[in-house]
């Protein structure tokens, strides 16, 4: 793919873009330590999201270990802004020696015995770094679940860099479409499971990082529909520029005629991702409205 499909004028920040993409990473993590400085320090985008969601999740920790936190966050933030530029010209062999899976030999071993998987990410480390080499990891179809921008620029943009490493972009409400067409098959369903649902279609809430937090459960009725073994994959980073990725079953294959209550996975999910990110807090995306919708008051404990 020489580019991604776009109007005459949108062509010109396509070659910007493109351009930057082509500097090498030392010159990119100079440009990103700018960023940090102006971001963090002159605009302060988002500073009071994130330092408020950094309170109320580690409530235990002092304000010189928040800010700590804080500050390697949003260099984080604007490095993970030039990584993913520069996803647009980055060799599939560059992409593997900065990004280490591993534990991935059980989920290889149900694909290998002809059973899909179901992998439940979140936005830690570069997301977008993940993505892509996983799936250039499995010699299996991935399939990647995702929410369509409202940008047309960025939609093709993101859909370009996403789709380059060989990975099958599926649109939330096509999803259900997508996997009864390929039902059966040994593919990974790859999902980033933090998102914030809709207020009207919450179904789910559990504490989370010390929070009424609310999570969609789709995860557990596709694994229940499809038969899916499913993982809990984590990331973080190693040094700049280089991640490690651990792949941690969740739950096994549903038992046959086995109905299960509640929404297990997505308890469990919730509680895996709260251990990571408790062990590794600066990988987390802080500056998201993670908590926007506050719990009913008749709501009860996982529900």
Same mark, same amino acid.
């Given at each position: *793919? ?25 010159? /990119? ?22 330092? @408020? ?27 993970? *802004? ?28 149900? %694909? ?12 830690? &480390?570069?997301?977008?770094? +993940? ?12 399939? &990647?679940?995702? =929410? ?9 943009? /993101? ?9 099958? %972009?599926? =649109? *939330? ?61 984590? +990331? ?11 792949? @941690?079953?969740? /739950? ?48 009860? @404990?996982?529900?």
């Amino acid at each position: *793919m020489s580019r991604p499909d776009l109007r005459p004028g949108q062509l010109p920040l396509w070659w910007l873009l493109k351009g930057i993409s082509l500097l090498p990473f030392p010159v /990119l993590y100079a440009f990103s330590t700018f960023l940090y400085v102006v971001l963090y320090h002159l605009i302060g985008y988002r500073k009071k999201v994130v330092r @408020q969601n950094l309170e109320k999740s580690f409530p235990q920790k002092s304000v010189a270990e928040l800010r700590k936190i804080e500050k390697q966050f949003f260099l984080n933030l604007t490095d993970i *802004m030039v990584e993913t530029l520069k996803l647009v010209s980055l060799s599939p062999q560059d992409l593997a020696k900065r990004v280490y899976l591993h534990r991935s030999e059980k989920i290889e071993n149900y %694909l290998n015995q002809g059973v899909p998987v179901m992998i439940m990410g979140a936005h830690l &480390g570069n997301w977008e770094f +993940m993505s892509s080499a996983g799936n250039r990891h499995f010699p299996f179809p991935v399939d &990647g679940v995702y =929410k369509p921008l409202a940008s047309s620029f960025f939609e093709s943009f /993101l859909w370009f860099l996403r789709s380059r490493f060989g990975i099958t %972009l599926v =649109k *939330m409400k096509d999803t259900l479409r997508h996997l009864l067409r390929h039902r059966g098959q040994p593919r990974i369903l790859s999902l980033l499971s933090d998102q914030v649902p809709p207020y009207g279609e919450i179904q789910y809430w559990t504490n989370f990082l010390h929070q009424d937090t609310a999570f969609y459960v789709g995860a557990d009725k596709l694994r229940t529909s499809f038969n899916y073994p499913t993982f809990f994959v984590g +990331m973080r980073h190693v040094k700049r520029g280089y991640y490690e990725v651990v792949f @941690q079953e969740l /739950l096994p294959l549903p038992q046959a005629g086995v109905k299960e209550e509640g929404h297990p996975l997505t308890e469990v999910f919730a509680r895996k991702l709260e251990a990571w990110v408790n062990q590794y807090p600066a990988e987390y995306l802080w500056s998201h409205k993670r908590w926007k919708h506050q719990r009913p008051a008749t709501s009860v @404990q996982g529900t």
